[in-house]
């Protein structure tokens, strides 16, 4: 069975610098998609990056992006120039056909 | 456009009783997903509608919880004889079908429910 796994429950960071969240995930696939989710205290999801596994080129939103390596099942994404609105649950999850499987989350804090 | 909502945004009710959970998927979304999230977890996967059907259930935690989609449309969470342990924030999401490519899920705020 698929499983994703955040170790970090809780990060915080200064605004204006960057930060990196981490996620290992566990599966047997070669064909999947990896997400990265953002949930604030209005608890509506809200996707922040998605990845393909067959592309070898890391995903980039902005001030998001990802380092995907495959090999490691890692998915770690690093936010730069960080905010006041980045302050959220993140939330890494993986998805084969249709089913989201997800990490346990990361708390970001952003000090001012 | 209006995005996924989800009636009521908080529902308190106490043990033993029967409660509903509506969620109204965006226009033209054949696909929509329950998830269940427990305070200080990830959302876990209860149940998958393609349209109508239930494709996939495995993820209802046991038979008093149900789902239906009568429509295709709005869908109804129903949970019987509630228990303490079914406390959690229950997420809908739906999204388009395009046959099998990628299909973006796009969440609800969801139902924050307490049983007391």
């Known amino acids: 069975a698929q499983t994703v796994t955040q170790s970090q429950p809780e990060m915080s960071v200064q605004e204006a610098e960057t930060v990196t969240l981490s996620c290992t995930y566990d599966t047997s696939e070669s064909d999947y998609y990896l997400f990265w989710y953002k949930q604030p205290p209005s608890r509506q999801m809200i996707l922040v990056i998605r990845?393909?596994?067959?592309k070898q080129q890391n995903a980039t939103e902005n001030r998001f992006s990802v380092n995907f390596q495959k090999a490691a099942k890692s998915f770690s994404l690093k936010i730069s120039d960080s905010q006041l609105g980045d302050a959220a649950m993140y939330f890494c999850a993986y998805r084969n056909n249709y089913q989201l499987i997800w990490g346990a989350g990361t708390k970001l804090i952003i000090k001012p | 456009g209006a995005g996924v909502s989800q009636t009521p945004s908080n529902k308190v009710t106490e043990k033993g009783k029967y409660v509903e959970l509506r969620c109204d998927p965006i226009s033209g979304h054949t696909a929509l997903y329950w998830y269940r999230q427990s305070l200080g977890q990830g959302p876990e996967f209860l149940i998958y509608?393609?349209?109508?059907?239930?494709?996939?259930d495995s993820g209802l935690p046991n038979d008093r919880f149900f789902a239906v989609r009568p429509e295709g449309s709005v869908s109804t969470l129903k949970i019987q004889r509630t228990e303490r342990g079914d406390s959690a924030v229950y997420l809908c999401?739906?999204?388009?079908?395009?046959?099998?490519?990628?299909?973006?899920?796009?969440f609800g705020p969801g139902t924050r429910l307490t049983v007391l």
């Open positions: 999401a739906s999204s388009p079908y395009k046959g099998g490519s990628y299909n973006e899920q796009f």
């Open positions: 509608f393609q349209g109508t059907g239930a494709a996939d």
């Open positions: 990845q393909e596994a067959y």
